[in-house]
């Protein structure tokens, strides 16, 4: 859920209380203990979805990790052979690639 998302629903959650007390055909006793248990169960909505949001939040942390990981391991492979490129050609231990028939240089 984004931010703007769930600014959206307290919004709309609060304005829906204040109307609801308006046109509420209860006592004021029981118009407020009607108010304190909808707080009540939207405060715990907003505890479950902030749970939530921090397990997906993890899950995209661990992903990331993971993908630089490989990167990481890809890049030190690359370097490795391009090290060992160098010392083949330095060295000699191989010979330089052909040119192609017809190609000067």
């Given at each position: 859920m984004e931010k703007g998302s769930l600014s959206a629903f307290l919004a709309g959650l609060g304005l829906g209380v204040g109307i609801g007390m308006l046109f509420a055909p209860r006592s004021g006793a029981e118009t407020r203990q009607q108010i304190k248990t909808?707080?009540?169960e939207s405060k715990e909505y907003i505890r479950?979805?902030?749970g939530e949001l921090k397990g997906q939040a993890g899950d995209l942390i661990e992903k990331g990790k993971e993908a630089?990981?490989?990167q990481r391991e890809n890049l030190n492979e690359a370097m490795e052979a391009g090290r060992q490129a160098y010392r083949d050609t330095v060295t000699g231990s191989t010979p330089p690639p052909a040119s192609t028939p017809g190609t000067t240089l």
């Open positions: 909808k707080a009540g479950q979805r902030s630089l990981g490989r």
